[in-house]
């Protein structure tokens, strides 16, 4: 077991080079399997479900060379089945992605329910709308894996009763290889469905409009090799900027696309911090004391809410109240429970989080509860007082690289425990 041992109260200081985003390689690394060539994947994030995703695909028959931590090579070529291994797939939520890129490719998929950060009811009822609309038949559920067929898949409209990042993902990579057009409404506009629809397009793919809520794409027979680079990393952006605000600090972050950070620079600016933007970084800092803010989650390009648990943190210490309303998943506050041990005066009533801000938290052992959960521990951890312990920290290496090299290298005093 391994723990992060955080001595709070000194002010980040420096510069920090984000990394590729893990949204989007989760969601690029399967739609390689749509490919008839080598595909040269550079930017990836050294991680955890980045490792998981290349196993998958490795047990899929595919051939996988580490060219660099950053850099693969992959041939799908050699991919001879349609079934996700259960023991791979249970591990992260991303693996349902398989079924629209083996779909695509063999008309077949077999993948376990995915695993992941228990955010409560997730399903995946509109990726298997969509699928459905294009011509798949989904068997029975038999151990908890989905299998899906079809004697060929066919262009249609779909409307999507709920924006869902990871159907619109899904049903893009399918319908690529569908007879016809296929129109998703109603669509998820985050950066990385962008960024995965450049990659299919790259390949040889069709797909107009991504980025708005009408998704337009046009089959083709065949998808070839390519070489590709990922986006920054929105979310492990956001996470140091919050920990720059938090601490009282001054951080350049580098490395980004500063439009994906809107959202989130203008809830940061709300509560008192000062940003300056260039062409691929920001510069932030703080002088005066957090002010409260009111923060709702939403679909892009809404507050994302993989940053509500690390800008919750910044609430429990703003002055007056803050009210915290998460409106796309169940059970994110769960790390709230962390953060009362450290201090925090918070009440729960449903999705709404009400705080009340106190000058300064308190050192304690708490956990990770999920992977950006263990992020807001480790900025609760840099403002409290004496030495913060974070334990299950298993989630937190899921989405962010290097974390504890990163954090050092801007100050502060952590390290890498091993219990």
Same mark, same amino acid.
């Given at each position: +077991?391994?723990?992060?041992?955080?001595?709070?109260?000194?002010?980040?200081?420096?510069?920090?080079?984000?990394?590729?985003?893990?949204?989007?390689?989760?969601?690029?690394?399967?739609?390689?399997?749509?490919?008839? @060539?080598?595909?040269?994947?550079?930017?990836?994030?050294?991680?955890?479900?980045?490792?998981?995703?290349?196993?998958?695909?490795?047990?899929?028959?595919?051939?996988?060379?580490?060219?660099?931590?950053?850099?693969?090579?992959?041939?799908?070529?050699?991919?001879?089945?349609?079934?996700?291994?259960?023991?791979?797939?249970?591990?992260?939520?991303?693996?349902?992605?398989?079924?629209?890129?083996?779909?695509?490719?063999?008309?077949?998929?077999?993948?376990?329910?995915?695993? @992941?950060?228990?955010?409560?009811?997730?399903?995946?009822?509109?990726?298997?709308?969509?699928?459905?609309?294009?011509?798949?038949?989904?068997?029975?559920?038999?151990?908890?894996?989905?299998?899906?067929?079809?004697?060929?898949?066919?262009?249609?409209?779909?409307?999507?009763?709920?924006?869902?990042? @990871?159907?619109?993902? !899904?049903?893009? +990579?399918?319908?690529?290889?569908?007879?016809? *057009?296929?129109?998703?409404?109603?669509?998820?506009?985050?950066?990385?469905?962008?960024?995965?629809?450049?990659?299919?397009?790259?390949?040889?793919? $069709?797909?107009?409009?991504?980025?708005?809520?009408?998704? &337009?794409?046009?089959?083709?027979?065949?998808?070839?090799?390519?070489?590709?680079?990922?986006?920054?990393? /929105?979310? #492990?952006?956001?996470?140091?900027?919050?920990?720059?605000?938090?601490?009282?600090? =001054?951080?350049?972050?580098?490395?980004?696309?500063?439009?994906?950070?809107?959202?989130?620079?203008?809830?940061?600016?709300?509560?008192?911090?000062? *940003?300056?933007?260039?062409?691929?970084?920001?510069?932030?800092?703080?002088?005066?004391?957090?002010?409260?803010?009111?923060?709702?989650?939403?679909?892009?390009?809404?507050?994302?809410?993989?940053?509500?648990? /690390?800008?919750?943190?910044?609430?429990?210490?703003?002055?007056?109240?803050?009210?915290?309303?998460?409106?796309?998943? =169940? &059970?994110?506050?769960?790390?709230? =429970?962390?953060?009362?041990? +450290?201090?925090? /005066?918070?009440?729960?009533?449903?999705?709404?989080?009400?705080?009340? @801000? *106190?000058?300064?938290?308190?050192?304690?052992?708490?956990?990770?509860?999920?992977?950006?959960?263990?992020?807001?521990?480790? *900025?609760?951890?840099?403002?409290?007082?004496?030495?913060? #312990?974070?334990?299950?920290?298993?989630?937190?290496?899921?989405?962010?690289? !290097?974390?504890?090299?990163?954090?050092?290298?801007?100050?502060? $005093? +952590?390290?890498?425990?091993?219990?």
């Amino acid at each position: +077991m391994k723990k992060y041992r955080i001595r709070g109260g000194i002010p980040l200081v420096g510069e920090v080079n984000i990394s590729g985003a893990k949204n989007a390689a989760v969601a690029i690394l399967p739609a390689v399997a749509l490919a008839d @060539g080598i595909c040269r994947i550079e930017n990836l994030p050294d991680i955890e479900d980045v490792a998981t995703v290349l196993e998958i695909l490795r047990a899929l028959g595919a051939e996988v060379r580490r060219v660099s931590p950053s850099t693969v090579e992959i041939n799908p070529c050699t991919i001879d089945t349609e079934t996700v291994p259960y023991d791979l797939a249970r591990h992260m939520r991303g693996s349902y992605y398989f079924l629209g890129s083996l779909l695509g490719r063999f008309r077949r998929a077999r993948v376990p329910l995915p695993g @992941g950060c228990d955010f409560g009811e997730r399903p995946i009822d509109q990726h298997l709308k969509g699928f459905t609309a294009l011509g798949a038949v989904q068997a029975p559920l038999e151990n908890a894996t989905v299998a899906l067929s079809a004697e060929k898949l066919v262009g249609n409209s779909i409307y999507m009763d709920k924006v869902s990042v @990871g159907a619109t993902a !899904n049903v893009m +990579m399918a319908a690529c290889k569908a007879r016809g *057009i296929t129109i998703i409404e109603n669509a998820a506009k985050e950066p990385h469905i962008v960024d995965l629809a450049n990659f299919l397009n790259f390949l040889g793919a $069709d797909i107009s409009g991504a980025g708005t809520d009408t998704v &337009k794409i046009r089959g083709v027979d065949r998808l070839h090799g390519t070489n590709y680079s990922i986006i920054p990393d /929105q979310i #492990e952006a956001g996470t140091y900027m919050a920990a720059a605000v938090a601490t009282g600090g =001054d951080v350049l972050v580098r490395g980004i696309i500063p439009k994906h950070m809107e959202s989130i620079s203008a809830k940061l600016r709300e509560m008192g911090a000062e *940003i300056e933007e260039y062409d691929d970084a920001l510069r932030i800092f703080r002088k005066e004391p957090l002010r409260h803010c009111n923060v709702k989650t939403m679909p892009h390009p809404g507050f994302p809410t993989d940053m509500q648990p /690390q800008i919750g943190v910044l609430l429990s210490i703003a002055e007056g109240r803050s009210v915290l309303n998460e409106d796309v998943y =169940d &059970k994110r506050f769960r790390y709230l =429970d962390e953060l009362r041990r +450290m201090g925090a /005066q918070v009440e729960v009533d449903g999705k709404i989080a009400v705080f009340q @801000g *106190i000058d300064r938290l308190r050192a304690d052992t708490v956990k990770a509860v999920d992977l950006r959960a263990g992020a807001a521990m480790i *900025i609760a951890g840099l403002v409290a007082d004496g030495v913060t #312990e974070v334990e299950d920290i298993r989630h937190i290496e899921r989405g962010y690289e !290097n974390v504890v090299e990163k954090f050092r290298a801007l100050g502060a $005093d +952590m390290e890498l425990v091993e219990v």
